[in-house]
C-alpha cells in the first residue's frame, strides 16, 4: 500500500508529533511505501515582514502549499493520504488536492480545534466548550489562543469558512479519534457518526514491565495550566506523611511550581526537567503510582498508556477521556478534578495498600497488551485504510460512508473495565 501521510509540526513538540511520527515508522516496518508532507510551524520565526503578513490569509488557503501538496499527489499516486495536522502552514487547502485527484482522505482528530480555536475546551481554570454551544466568537472575545483576538479571529474565521464550504464534509473520508469520549464530542458538535471510529495511540518499543521498587510518585508531561500541577502540590501539602514525588518535564509553569514547592517546603518534590523518552519510561518503571491531575479533557492521555505499559497504576482525575483510559480500582485510581483533598486521601489509600497496588500493577500491564501495542494499533490501521480505499467504489459519490464505519468503532471505555 503506498500512503501519503501529512503533518504540520508545531513550534514545541508534542503528543501529535510523536503519534505521527510513530505510525510512520509502524507503516515502514508493515514493508509499506510511506511518503511524507511535513510542514512546521517553525518556519514563521523565518517570514519576511511582508509573508507574516500574508498569514492569516494563508492559515484559511494557502495557495503556495496547495500547489505544492497537489505536485506531490500527482508525482506519487498515493493510494490514500492520512492528515494529521494542517494548522498552521499547510492550511485546508490541501483537502482539495485530494478530492480533486480522487484520493481518499483518513483524518485523526487530535485536538478539539476543529470546535474550539483554542483547541482544549479549556479558558480560565475551567472547562469551556461556548465555541461549539454558542459561536466562534466567544474565543475571539476571549482571545482563547494565545491570548490574542487577533490570532483566536483567524482561526475562528478558518473554521467558519471552511464549514461554509463544507470542505471536511466533503474531502474527509474516515476521522479517527483516539478515545470514545472524544467521539461523542466531534458527534455532538455535528461531526457524520458514521464516519468517526476509535483508534487509540500506542507505546512502542514495548517496554519492560517495571515493579514500582523506587517508592516515589511520579508525574511527566507538560507544565502548563490545564494540567492541575497546582491541585497536584495542594494534594502533596495535605498528605499526613510525606511521600517522594517526582516531576519529568519542563513548561510555563515551571518557575511557579517550584516557586510554590519553595513556599510550601515541600522537601519530599523534586523537579526533573525535560528528559529523553527512555528515561521517563525507566521511571515509570521505578514509580508506585503515575498521576494525571489535568483539570482539562484531554483527547487521549499518552503518559497514562505509558504508564500501563510499564505496569504502573494511574491516578488520574475523573474527566473526559482520562477516566475512559483508566478503571477505577482496576488499572488506577479516579479522584474529583481540581480537589486537592480528594487526591490527598486517593494518594494516602494508595501508600497504605500496597497489595491491592500490585495487583493493579498487573491489570494496568494487561490492558496495554490487550490494547496499546504497537501489533494492535498495526492491524487496526491498515485495516482502516484497506477499507476505506474499498469504499472509494466508481458508484460511490465522494465522501458518502458505505456503512462500514460505525462498525470499526472501537469503544474503549468497555474494554477497559475488563482487564
Not at 170 to 199: C, H, M, Q, W
Amino acid at each position: 500500500m503506498k500512503i501519503l501521510l501529512v503533518h504540520n509540526s508545531y513550534q514545541h513538540r508534542g503528543g501529535e508529533d510523536v503519534v505521527f511520527e510513530q505510525e510512520r515508522e509502524l507503516l515502514e516496518r508493515g514493508g509499506h511505501r510511506v511518503v511524507v508532507f511535513r510542514r512546521s510551524n517553525e518556519e514563521i520565526r523565518a517570514f519576511t515582514p511582508l509573508k507574516r503578513l500574508a498569514l492569516p490569509c494563508n492559515t484559511v488557503w494557502s495557495s503556495g502549499v496547495r500547489d505544492e501538496f497537489s505536485s506531490v499527489l500527482k508525482r506519487e499516486a498515493p493510494e490514500i493520504v492520512h492528515v494529521h495536522n494542517t494548522f498552521v502552514v499547510i492550511s485546508p487547502s490541501i483537502y482539495s488536492a485530494c478530492r480533486e485527484n480522487g484520493i481518499p482522505v483518513v483524518q485523526t482528530l487530535h485536538n478539539f480545534r476543529w470546535m474550539c480555536p483554542g483547541a482544549l475546551f479549556y479558558r480560565d481554570g475551567r472547562i469551556c466548550e461556548d465555541c461549539a454551544t454558542d459561536g466562534l466568537w466567544n474565543g475571539i472575545c476571549h482571545g482563547c489562543y494565545r491570548g490574542s483576538k487577533a490570532a483566536t479571529a483567524t482561526i475562528a474565521i478558518t473554521l467558519a469558512i471552511h464549514r461554509h464550504l463544507r470542505t471536511w464534509h466533503n474531502s474527509i473520508d474516515l476521522y479517527i479519534t483516539p478515545t470514545a469520549f472524544a467521539r461523542e464530542k466531534f458527534v455532538a458538535a455535528g461531526f457524520p457518526a458514521a464516519k468517526i471510529v476509535v483508534k487509540p495511540h500506542f507505546v512502542d518499543p514495548e517496554p519492560v514491565p517495571g515493579d514500582g521498587s523506587g517508592g516515589y510518585a511520579l508525574y511527566a508531561g507538560r507544565l502548563s495550566a490545564e494540567k492541575g500541577l497546582e491541585t497536584l502540590l495542594e494534594a502533596w501539602a495535605l498528605l499526613p506523611a510525606p511521600i517522594p514525588l517526582q516531576i519529568i518535564g519542563d513548561g510555563p509553569e515551571r518557575d511557579g511550581l517550584e516557586g510554590l514547592v519553595r513556599e510550601r517546603r515541600l522537601s519530599s518534590v523534586s523537579f526533573r526537567g525535560r528528559l529523553s523518552k527512555e528515561a521517563v519510561l525507566t521511571a515509570m518503571r521505578g514509580a508506585r503510582l503515575a498521576i494525571v491531575p489535568s483539570t482539562a479533557y484531554e483527547t487521549f492521555g499518552l503518559v497514562i498508556v505509558e504508564a500501563m505499559s510499564c505496569g504502573t497504576p494511574v491516578l488520574c482525575s475523573r474527566l473526559g477521556a482520562m477516566q475512559e483510559l483508566v478503571a477505577d480500582r482496576l488499572t488506577g485510581l479516579h479522584f474529583n478534578p481540581g480537589d486537592a483533598q480528594d487526591l490527598s486521601q486517593k494518594i494516602t489509600w494508595a501508600w497504605d495498600h500496597p497489595s491491592e497496588l500490585t495487583a493493579m500493577r498487573l491489570a494496568a500491564r494487561r490492558v496495554y497488551e490487550k490494547r496499546y501495542t504497537a501489533r494492535v494499533n498495526y492491524a487496526q490501521l491498515v485495516q482502516l485504510y484497506s477499507r476505506v480505499i474499498a469504499d472509494r467504489s466508481p458508484g460511490l459519490p465522494h465522501g458518502q460512508p458505505s456503512g462500514f464505519h460505525s462498525k470499526l468503532c472501537i469503544s474503549s471505555q468497555s474494554q477497559e473495565q475488563t482487564p
